[in-house]
C-alpha cells in the first residue's frame, strides 16, 4: 500500500476513491474518463459495493444524489459536455446539502467537441451551470500523486460541509502514466447520523428537500449555504508557489498547464532571469489574497491555460491593478509545450532567451 505503483491518472482516482470508503458509483462512459469506471465494475463487485453503468450522465448524478441521502459516500465520474447534463442535479444537491464527488476529466469543448484534453470546463465548475446562488468545491490535481492525495480531499470536503464537490482535470493526466503510493486516507471520517435519512425507528422522521414555498424560509436556507460558502473560502484555500520568493515575473497555471509552466520557469531561471509559478490547487476557494500579495512585487503576471482564457478573469479580480498581465492559450489540438510557451513570453517581455532551445 506504500509502495509507488505505475498508474494512470484514472486509474489511481478510483484506487483511491475505493480506499477512503466510497461505497456507492454510478457512472456513464465517456473518453477519457471511462477507465474509472471500468475498473470500479470489477473492484466494487468482489468487494459487494453498489456499481451502477447508469443508462445515462443524468441518471447517474441523479442516483448519486438519492444514495447520498441515505450517508452513504458516493461518486460519479464524467467529462465535460456529460457534466453539462449534470447540473441541474448539482443544484439540487448544493440545495439538498448533499456530499456528491463528481470527477470531471476535461475534453475540449464547445458543446460535444472532441476527445482531445482541454482546460475548457474551469468555468463551468468554478462558476456553476446551474440555478441559484451556490457554489461548489473544485480540486485540480497536477500530478497522479495528488490525483490520490485529492481524491481523498475532495471525498473529506464535501462530506465535512455537505455539499458537491468537484475533483477536476484535463484528459492529459487522466491518460498519463506515473509513480505514485495510494497509501492510506489520512482524513477522519465524519458524522452524519444527525442528517441521513435512514429509517426514523426511535427518532423524529426527516425530510431532504430542495423546493421551498415560503420567501422567509428560502432566504434562510440561502444564507445559511452563503455562510457556509464564506467559511470553505476562510478554511480551505490552498495553493502551490514555485520559485515565488524572488521572482519578478510569475506563471499563473492550473492543473497539468503547471507542468509546463515549471519547465518554463526553470528554463528562464537558468538564463537569470527571475521566473515563478503560482498554482491554485484549489479552483473553488480561488487563493486570491496570496495571488495579490505576490502581485504587488512582480514585474508581469502571465496567465497559462489550455483554453482561451477562463481562470483568466479570477487572476484578474485578484491582481487587480498591482500589475500587466498577459495571457497564453490554445483551446485544443496539441498541448502547450515549453518550447511554444518559451518563445510566446520572449515575444511578450522583448528577450530571444528562445533561440538557446
Not at 10 to 39: R, V
Not at 56 to 79: H, Q
Not at 288 to 317: F, H, P, T, W
Request: with cysteine.
Amino acid at each position: 500500500m506504500n509502495e509507488k505503483e505505475l498508474l494512470k491518472g484514472n486509474i489511481a482516482i478510483a484506487k483511491a476513491a475505493l480506499n477512503c470508503g466510497c461505497s456507492c458509483y454510478f457512472g456513464y462512459p465517456i473518453t477519457p474518463q471511462t477507465e474509472i469506471g471500468e475498473y470500479l465494475s470489477e473492484e466494487m463487485q468482489e468487494k459487494k459495493l453498489a456499481f451502477v453503468c447508469a443508462e445515462s450522465e443524468i441518471a447517474a448524478i441523479n442516483m448519486a444524489l438519492g444514495a447520498a441521502t441515505s450517508g452513504a459516500k458516493v461518486m460519479t465520474t464524467s467529462s465535460s459536455c456529460a457534466v453539462s447534463l449534470m447540473q441541474e442535479s448539482l443544484s439540487y444537491a448544493t440545495s439538498d446539502e448533499l456530499p456528491i464527488v463528481l470527477v470531471n476529466v476535461m475534453r475540449a469543448g464547445p458543446g460535444q467537441g472532441y476527445i482531445y484534453p482541454s482546460q475548457g470546463d474551469y468555468n463551468q465548475a468554478t462558476i456553476g451551470g446551474g440555478n441559484g446562488d451556490y457554489k461548489t468545491i473544485v480540486l485540480a490535481p497536477s500530478t497522479v500523486q495528488e490525483c490520490i492525495d485529492m481524491t481523498y480531499r475532495v471525498f473529506y470536503l464535501s462530506q465535512k460541509y455537505k455539499t458537491p464537490a468537484i475533483l477536476l482535470l484535463d484528459g492529459l493526466l487522466g491518460q498519463m502514466a506515473e509513480p505514485a503510493i495510494v497509501g492510506v486516507n489520512p482524513y477522519p471520517e465524519i458524522d452524519n447520523s444527525s442528517w441521513v435519512l435512514d429509517g426514523a425507528k426511535n427518532r423524529p422522521s426527516r425530510k431532504i428537500h430542495s423546493l421551498e414555498p415560503d420567501q422567509t424560509k428560502l432566504n434562510q436556507h440561502i444564507f445559511k449555504l452563503h455562510q457556509k460558502f464564506m467559511q470553505i473560502e476562510q478554511n480551505e484555500i490552498d495553493y502551490e508557489e514555485f520559485m515565488c520568493d524572488d521572482a519578478e515575473y510569475i506563471i499563473t497555471a492550473f492543473g497539468s498547464m503547471a507542468r509546463s509552466a515549471k519547465t518554463v520557469c526553470e528554463f528562464y531561471r537558468s538564463h537569470g532571469v527571475k521566473f515563478g509559478v503560482f498554482r491554485p490547487k484549489t479552483l473553488y476557494p480561488f487563493p486570491a489574497k496570496r495571488l495579490a500579495e505576490l502581485s504587488q512585487k512582480v514585474k508581469l503576471i502571465i496567465d497559462i491555460e489550455m483554453n482561451l482564457g477562463q481562470m483568466l478573469r479570477d487572476v484578474r479580480l485578484a491582481v487587480l491593478q498591482n500589475t500587466q498581465i498577459s495571457f497564453i492559450g490554445k483551446p485544443v489540438g496539441d498541448w502547450l509545450k515549453p518550447n511554444e510557451i518559451i518563445k510566446t513570453i520572449d515575444n511578450i517581455i522583448g528577450e530571444k532567451y528562445a533561440t538557446s532551445l
